[in-house]
Every structure is written in C-alpha cells, then in structure tokens.
C-alpha cells in the first residue's frame, strides 16, 4: 500500500511538472477580429509556442502573436496575430494592389487576397524590427498603419504552430495563407 502511495504521488507531480513546463512554453489562445480570415477565424484556438525563437530568428510568413502597442477600447494592450512579411533590411512596398518584398511580387505567397487596396512607399525594415500584415490586408491594422509600425523583434509573444479549434480546421498552421 505504502509503495502504490509513493508511486501515485509520484505520478501526480511528475504530471504538475510536465504541465507547468508545457504552460511556460506553449499557450492556448483565442483570435478576436477578421484581420486574418480567412486562413484563421474570429473565435478561432491556436497554439502559439512561446520560446520559438529564443534560439532561432523568426521567419518572412511565420505567424507571429505581437504585444500591442496600441490601445483597445478598454484601455488595456492586446495581443494581435499577424504575418511577418518584411524581416531586417528588408523592402516592402504595396503597388498596384500587390505586395512587394525586396522587388519581388509576394501577394500570393503572404496575403490570402489577390489585391491589397491602397498603395504604400517602399519601407525598408529596420535591423531588430519586423514588419508585419494580417492576412486580410483590408481589414488588418498592422505595419502599414503609423501607430503600430515596425516592431521590435522582442515584441513577438509567441509562434502560432496549429489551429485546435474550430474542429474542422484542427492541424497545423502553415506558413503559406493559401
């Protein structure tokens, strides 16, 4: 009986400490707003792993969870997910509805639309900052708008990896919108 005790216990915090560690490390997170329908939902659940690049750099396309640095109605910052599309030196640029990236035409590979209304002068990324949209370019503050900007690279929370919810789009997420 004293062995089977031991051995539940030990059991039960082996698991406390398996789920503390997994909790630090990836999160549950809840997407508000349509800036990125229509590859991820209002009311959609990703994962985000929050130590994705603590040893890596982030990548063009990756899916990233920024700490706002403008205010909700509420007052309080809020956590936005977006696509990075301009990394370190990079050069952005919306012409002719389409989106640029260091001269090359990256609409289709970045943005789920096949225009991206208004145009907007080439940035070049600053070094430590990323620029980011939301997959619904239309309706995404992002990069493009003067308080959200480039951001720093310490700015990103966290990776979103795999969609949990709705059930019907349970996976992966990748870094292509289509």
């Not at 225009?115 to 990069?143: L, P, R, Y």
Request: proline content about 4%; glycine content about 10%.
């Amino acid at each position: 009986m004293g062995r089977w005790m031991r051995d539940a216990a030990l059991a039960i915090l082996l698991g406390a400490g398996v789920a503390v560690l997994l909790t630090a490390m990836v999160m549950p997170v809840c997407v508000k707003g349509i800036s990125m329908e229509p590859t991820i939902s209002s009311g959609s659940w990703v994962l985000v792993d929050k130590v994705a690049y603590s040893s890596s750099m982030p990548c063009r396309g990756d899916l990233v969870i920024i700490e706002n640095v403008v205010f909700t109605q509420e007052g309080e910052g809020a956590r936005l997910l977006k696509r990075i599309v301009g990394l370190p030196g990079d050069r952005v640029q919306i012409s002719g509805e389409r989106l640029f990236v260091n001269g090359e035409d990256k609409t289709e590979e970045l943005c789920a639309q096949e225009h991206i209304f208004g145009d907007m002068e080439t940035v070049i990324v600053e070094e430590g900052c990323i620029f980011v949209m939301g997959d619904n370019a239309d309706q995404s503050m992002d990069s493009r708008s003067e308080a959200i900007g480039q951001l720093p690279i310490e700015n990103i929370w966290g990776k979103a990896f795999f969609q949990v919810y709705p059930w019907k789009r349970f996976g992966p997420l990748g870094r292509s919108p289509a």
